[in-house]
């Protein structure tokens, strides 16, 4: 196998275990779903900045550079 | 980051609280209609723009100062509705665990290159993002991405 397949590979896989981890947080409600998550790291101040940060570079990076 | 009282008081009990209640319903529902029209049209107008360029960074700059406005505004004026109970911090390990793989398999493919061997994230992205009708819907999803951060 290839370095470029491998690494699909494990991207593939990833993106599995997030569609999982939601699947079951919707099915069972023994987990946090994504948004709940992303709104409890959302409410401390630090963790708010981090996300906005985030959300500020995710957007410069894909659409401006 | 939000330690001020809510913006809005808790609406009289009665006929006149009701008519308080669906006022203030129809003028965020207006403000909220005027929001997506005017992303609407930023996404478009950036699905029209390539990286590198002066029109790309004044679509993305727009967005972001909006961002920043709505944030400045919100630690200025408190929450707009009560917060909603969330479970601890132990429900969400799970998603923490996932996105520190996530970015470490990222960084690990960002350094260990070439890019064609090794794509990040980005190299899917960018081949996602080529044609504009794809790049208006990825820019779209990414201010309401944002929109929702606003309103947690």
């Known amino acids: ?65 | 980051m939000r330690n001020r009282p809510a913006r809005f008081a808790a609406p009289r009990p009665g006929p006149a609280g009701a008519a308080r209640r669906e006022i203030d319903h129809n003028a965020r529902v207006r403000r909220r209609r005027g929001l997506v029209g005017l992303g609407g049209a930023l996404a478009v107008a950036a699905s029209y723009t390539t990286p590198f360029t002066t029109g790309a960074e004044i679509a993305t700059a727009v967005a972001i100062g909006a961002f920043l406005a709505a944030e400045l505004a919100a630690v200025r004026h408190g929450p707009r509705a009560p917060r909603q109970a969330l479970p601890g911090w132990r429900a969400g390990a799970a998603w923490g665990a996932l996105g520190g793989t996530a970015l470490a398999f990222e960084l690990w493919n960002y350094f260990a290159g070439p890019r064609a061997a090794h794509p990040t994230l980005s190299y899917f992205v960018s081949a996602v993002a080529g044609q504009p009708w794809s790049r208006g819907l990825l820019f779209a999803a990414w201010l309401a991405l944002g929109g929702w951060l606003v309103s947690r």
Do not use: K, Q, Y
């Open chain 1, 1 to 65: 196998m290839s370095d470029r397949l491998a690494t699909i590979v494990v991207w593939i896989a990833l993106a599995l275990v997030a569609v999982g981890l939601e699947a079951v947080a919707v099915a069972t409600h023994r987990l946090a779903g994504v948004g709940t998550a992303l709104s409890r790291l959302a409410r401390p101040p630090a963790g708010r900045l981090v996300l906005a940060l985030g959300w500020m570079w995710l957007g410069w990076h894909v659409f401006a550079r």
